[in-house]
């Protein structure tokens, strides 16, 4: 036994602090590719338990499962609240994805997905490339979001929906849901930031950019007729609205008190560093759209299109995010409670836990 298999038990399991009656945590070990992984199938209620596979160097079995845990549940929640008929999963593959992982590797990864049926569908996710998937693919049918299964890279539809999700911000905010002559600070300008960029710009809104990838940048001041500001200045330059398109954590004690916009809205993955910076955000009087309902247009694309075909299903349903998120703002007001509370509330009422 080597460090990594010998930290986890049963009862590590059940008394884990992210376990939340997770229906299925399974295992994996291939010794001939050196595959170690976990996939946590955490709630079938709404259908098969989609989430993506990320290839990680966790230091500890432990820490792998943490990340399983907390991030299956999170695509339930995810899942549930963009009304997909999906549960949550998702599975983590302890190897450095530079040195370790091999096409052998992901075959018997796919081998242990098969096995499991169909309750849960793997996806792309941090240290996972197209070719990984196409590996994976080979063994198990239960494989979305590759340009065999869909649309390809789900970005644009990350993007669509965000922006979508401004417009429905704008809208509780001012009244109207048009963007243009608004200014909006972007911060992070990959695969979603620059696509986000590119419909506001269309739609007449005056952009201020940042990122730390030089390129990015000069390629918008380049393209938009926009401002650039060191990302350190992102949340603090006079915005109507902030829109986190890099990592996580940006919304915390720290820039809170800095921010200059009333709405907060972009695709960034756990923006708030921790829950009480949720209700900050709300003393300030700063409008907040949860970052997994207004950042589901990605997993929406992975969930509905199939091969050549359902782009119209997958547009239709990323836009809807607008309605989502009204609902959301809506009874954060009447119940006086934050928009995150909110959401997690709607997830939980759609799962039966409420
Ligand atoms: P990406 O890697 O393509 O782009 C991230 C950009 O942020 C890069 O240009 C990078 O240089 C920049 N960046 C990194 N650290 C920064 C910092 N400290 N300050 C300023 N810029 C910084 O990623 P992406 O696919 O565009 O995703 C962006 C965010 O949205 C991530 O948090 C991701 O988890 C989340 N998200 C993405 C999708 C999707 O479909 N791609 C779906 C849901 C959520």
């Known amino acids: 036994m080597n460090a990594v298999s010998k930290t986890i038990s049963p009862s590590t399991v059940f008394d884990h602090t992210e376990f939340a009656d997770h229906e299925d945590v399974v295992f994996v070990r291939d010794k001939a590719t050196g595959l170690k992984a976990i996939i946590a199938v955490h709630d079938t209620t709404c259908g098969p338990a989609l989430g993506g596979c990320r290839v990680w160097p966790y230091e500890t079995a432990d820490a792998a499962l943490t990340d399983a845990l907390r991030l299956s549940r999170g695509m339930s929640y995810k899942n549930a609240l963009a009304g997909l008929d999906l549960g949550g999963g998702k599975a983590v593959i302890i190897a450095d994805p530079r040195k370790d992982k091999t096409a052998e590797m992901m075959e018997a990864f796919g081998r242990h997905v098969e096995r499991l049926s169909g309750t849960y569908i793997t996806a792309e996710d941090v240290g996972v490339s197209p070719d990984d998937m196409e590996a994976v693919a080979r063994h198990t049918r239960h494989v979305r979001g590759t340009m065999a299964t869909g649309l390809g890279d789900p970005s644009p539809y990350t993007a669509l929906g965000v922006f979508a999700g401004l417009k429905a911000a704008a809208a509780h905010v001012h009244g109207s849901p048009d963007l243009s002559g608004k200014t909006v600070s972007v911060l992070g300008l990959g695969h979603v930031g620059y696509a986000l960029c590119q419909m506001l710009h269309e739609a007449g809104a005056k952009l201020i950019v940042s990122d730390i990838h030089a390129p990015a940048v000069l390629r918008a001041l380049d393209e938009f007729d926009c401002q650039a500001v060191e990302p350190s200045e992102a949340h603090r330059i006079e915005a109507d609205i902030f829109a986190p398109c890099a990592l996580g954590g940006i919304l915390n004690s720290r820039t809170i008190p800095q921010l200059s916009a009333k709405i907060v809205a972009g695709a960034a993955n756990n923006q708030l560093q921790t829950p009480l910076d949720g209700t900050l955000l709300r003393d300030r009087g700063i409008l907040y759209a949860p ?12 969930a509905l299109a199939t091969p050549g075909a359902g782009e119209d299903k997958v547009r239709t349903k990323t836009l809807a995010i607008a309605d989502t998120l009204t609902e959301i703002f809506k009874r954060a ?18 799962l039966g836990k409420r």
């Open 291 to 302: 970052d997994y309902a207004i950042n589901a247009g990605g997993v929406i694309s992975i």
């Open 333 to 350: 007001d009447a119940e006086n409670d934050t928009p995150e509370r909110i959401a997690d509330r709607m997830a939980e009422e759609r």
